[in-house]
Nanobody, 115 residues
Framework: QVQLVESGGGLVQAGGSLRLSCAVS????????MGWYRQAPGKQRELVAA???????NYADSVKGRFTISRDNAKNTVYLQMNSLKPEDTAVYYC?????????WGQGTRVTVSS
């Protein structure tokens, strides 16, 4: 059974940075298949960063140039570095395989960006 545990969220002012972590436990093929999603209040969950078959990452237009995904295979952990945060980035952030979600969702980590 794969478990996903997200952490690192919090309250930050616009223009600030946060680094989110996703600890993956259980057996998965590779954490290189993991991406990040978010769900803003009153909106559907959206894909923020998804790995490609070529080894790169596709980012949503709204975060391109500001968010960067990275991975530590030894720790089975995926990170999302978020810079130049905007109030519209306020959401609960989740990790899962991407672009197809294979695993049960974790509890997510809440990010609130104040203006």
């Amino acid at each position: 059974q794969v478990q996903l545990v997200e952490s690192g969220g919090g309250l930050v002012q616009a223009g600030g940075s946060l680094r989110l972590s996703c600890a993956v436990s259980g057996s998965i093929f590779s954490i290189n298949t993991m991406g990040w999603y978010r769900q803003a209040p009153g909106k559907q969950r959206e894909l923020v960063a998804a790995p490609t078959s070529g080894g790169s990452t596709n980012y949503a237009d709204s975060v391109k140039g500001r968010f960067t995904i990275s991975r530590d295979n030894a720790k089975n952990t995926v990170y999302l570095q978020m810079n130049s945060l905007k109030p519209e980035d306020t959401a609960v952030y989740y990790c899962n395989s991407a672009p197809t979600t294979w695993f049960r969702w974790g509890q997510g980590t809440r990010v609130t960006v104040s203006s």
